[in-house]
């Protein structure tokens, strides 16, 4: 039950991730640097889902 509604909330909050404000016709595109901070998280990410998957494995 509890996953059910962490997977509905989860959906419903990302969903509001999507939306963005209407900009006029004369707003100039502004180029935004995402990559840099995003690929830190992506790689810590992946390093603490391998070291917890061989803590895993040591303690079976």
Do not use: E, H, W
């Not at 962490?6 to 939306?19: C, E, H, P, Q, Y």
């Not at 004369?26 to 995402?34: C, G, I, L, S, Y």
């Amino acid at each position: 039950m509890l996953r059910k509604l962490f997977l509905i909330g989860l959906v419903t909050i990302s969903s509001s991730l999507f939306a963005q404000a209407g900009f006029d016709d004369d707003v100039q595109d502004v180029a935004v640097p995402v990559d840099g901070g995003i690929t830190f998280v992506v790689a810590g990410a992946i390093a603490y889902g391998i070291s917890r998957s061989k803590q895993k494995n040591n303690n079976n």
